[in-house]
């Protein structure tokens, strides 16, 4: 089965594009999980739990990406459901190049 679920914030305004009759938005959502040393969390020198950040990109189409980009900006947090898609291609050197997107079926708005 192939489902993704994130919560986070958007770490930049929405992209939006045309490719003919659809549009695509595109968008970067960092989500934060708690640091681990020695197995267990810790605090950093401000006493918060000390998290690692990471910054995930995910694409909508048509309705849900128009939703999206007239009505979310950076810094907004989102709940995205959707599924993970890879994508293979060469670069200008013939080189493999590899990529990896969610999906989104929804996007929740908090």
């Known amino acids: 089965m192939n489902v993704v679920n994130l919560v986070g914030r958007l770490a930049r305004e ?26 267990k969390t810790y605090k950093d020198e401000s006493g918060y739990t000390a ?3 990471e910054f ?13 980009a ?8 989102v709940s995205v459901e959707g599924r993970l898609h890879y ?3 060469q670069d200008a050197d013939g080189n493999d ?3 990896c997107e969610i999906i989104a ?3 929740g708005f908090h």
Do not use: M, Q
């Not at 938005?25 to 040393?37: G, I, M, N, Q």
């Not at 007239?70 to 947090?77: A, E, H, I, M, P």
């Open 105 to 107: 079926d929804r996007i």
């Open 87 to 89: 994508t293979r291609w």
């Open 14 to 39: 929405p992209e939006s594009r045309n490719a003919g009759t659809t549009t695509v938005v595109t968008l970067s959502v960092a989500t934060d999980r708690p640091k681990l040393k020695d197995g």
């Open 97 to 99: 190049r590899y990529g």
């Open 56 to 68: 995930h990109k995910v694409t909508c189409f048509n309705g849900l990406a128009n939703a999206v």
């Open 51 to 53: 998290k690692e950040t």
């Open 70 to 77: 007239n009505n979310r900006t950076k810094g907004d947090l």
